[in-house]
């Protein structure tokens, strides 16, 4: 099966000779739900700047469905649908009118492009707000209106940029759940992030770059399965004055009444609260300091530098 | 198909903002003003002009004139009006939608293009209405007037082409209109210096890159195909130079 999006030694150096993309290789399959991940200056932009042709690459490939983003421009555009990090679009438009024009950019007949905006519309709870301009909207329904947008030509490939930043916990939520619904559905999505809880929680794939280049790329169970080590925090009912020695763990005091332990992924947890209760230590609750991914993604990065 | 789109867009935008209606409601009145004055200009000579022979008709004493005053005026507004057709995508970052959309770089521009000058040709069109209601009482010379609508649409569709190239270079609107003004205004006034430096030589080169100059013979009826190429060249200029200059924004 043809992958949706196949890159090659992609490169890109800008002007004042900084090199972005050292020749990166990635392939994303057909229904994949991947993360791109990478701290601020990494190549994300770059790369999906690319990948949907606002970025002029310096070498390298890049296919889309099969189809060369150089040589069939066209083609391959229309199966990309893009969802900017910024709110992009005029706010003194009305909602429709701003999915419409979209669809128009595509070639889709007026009268098609109102039937799907209305689609589109009330698939993302902006149905009601359809007859106002897009500045009379919230945060997150502008977030919505952007992928209602991005899906107006029915893309194949959905390439969203941070689109959770700033977006309150109940909105996130929702559209995460839309999200899934949609990659169920059979579009691939390519997600970038800063929060890693998302990656993990949606994406089956994710791949991580820093310094223009792909440090890790696979799925995601398999990534977290590399973590040798995971860091919890563990809340106690007595208090203490220093921390316990609980045998090749490091523990660390975070306060009187909560101790941080890194324990191996390979010791049982239950040894762990044994040697605690043998200490007359109660503990009241427990959570992971950072999420798996995270913890992964700062050794990456960690190490790469 | 999608030229028509990204115009049909364009011009839909253009009458979302309250600045074309602004632009209509003070064009229209500012012309009507100059266009009553002329016509009692002619009345007052009239009398006077029934005694000479191949004395100047009603075409030539108002209509001319106040086309002549239009295009000065709109050398003023026809930059208000493109400051915002690539820089403000630019600024609000919606260029992107464009560039990523299926469409050519020219695709891009020529819709844009067409949607500028769509609004312009409604402007031209109420302009001439008011010429046309001297048929009430008079006669009109309508191959003068015509020369005169097609000197005028030809004048605009070069304002905005360089108008369109302007807003390519800048993310600031405001900057555009200057500029854009700037350029308009050289190139109006180009012929001055070509009147001192005499007719031949760099006099005659400056006499011919003036847009006034070329206007002024349609003006006067005169359908010269050299000043139809000039306008058409122009026009053709800047608009292939916008397009060079956001295909510049994607080289590697």
Known sequence: ?305 | MMVLAIAARELRALFLSPLAWAVLAVMLLIHAYLFLSQIEQYLAVQSQLVLIEGAPGVTEVVVSPLFGSAAVVLLLVVPLLTMRLISEERRSHTLSLLLSAPVSMAEIVIGKYLGIVAFLLILLALLGLMPLSLLVGGVLDFGLLAAGLLGLGLMLAAFAAVGLFMSTLTIYPAVAAVSSFGVLLLLWIVDWAGNVAGEGGSGGALAYFSMMNHFQALLRGVFDTADIAYFVLFTVTFLVLSILRLEADRLP
């Not at chain 1, 399959?29 to 190549?43: K, R, S, V, Y």
């Not at chain 1, 969203?160 to 559209?175: F, K, N, Q, W, Y």
């Open chain 1, 1 to 305: 099966m043809t992958r949706a999006l196949s890159i090659r030694n992609l490169q890109k150096v800008y002007g004042n000779g900084f090199q972005a993309l050292k020749g990166i290789d990635l392939d994303v399959e057909q229904g994949d739900f991947m993360a791109l991940l990478g701290p601020n200056g990494a190549g994300k932009s770059t790369t999906i700047g690319i990948v949907n042709s606002l970025i002029g690459k310096s070498a390298g490939r890049v296919e889309v469905f099969g189809m060369d983003i150089e040589r069939q421009p066209v083609q391959a555009k229309s199966c990309i649908g893009l969802v900017p990090q910024e709110f992009n679009f005029n706010i003194f438009e009305p909602v429709e009118e701003i999915i419409i024009n979209q669809a128009g950019y595509y070639g889709i007949p007026r009268r098609e492009a109102c039937e799907r905006a209305g689609i589109a519309l009330k698939r993302l709870g902006l149905w009601e707000k359809r007859r106002g301009s897009a500045r009379e909207l919230s945060g997150g329904m502008k977030r919505r209106l952007m992928i209602a947008r991005a899906l107006v030509h029915q893309p194949k490939l959905l390439i969203l940029d941070e689109p959770t930043a700033g977006v309150d916990i109940e909105i996130r939520r929702s559209m995460w759940a839309f999200l899934t619904e949609l990659n169920n559905s059979g579009t691939t999505l390519i997600l970038t992030t800063h929060y890693l809880e998302e990656a993990e929680s949606l994406c089956n794939r994710v791949a991580i770059i820093n310094n223009g280049e792909i440090v890790e790329h696979g799925k995601v169970s398999e990534l977290i399965g590399k973590l040798d080590v995971e860091t919890f925090i563990l809340n106690i009912r007595e208090q203490l004055d220093e921390a316990p020695i609980l045998g090749d763990c490091r523990v660390s005091l975070v306060d009187s009444h909560t101790i941080e332990v890194e324990i191996s992924r390979q010791r049982s947890i239950n040894a762990l609260f044994g040697q605690l209760t043998a200490q007359g230590i109660h503990v009241l609750s427990m959570r992971n300091k950072v999420n798996r991914l995270e913890e992964l993604f700062l050794r990456l990065v960690k190490d790469s530098k």
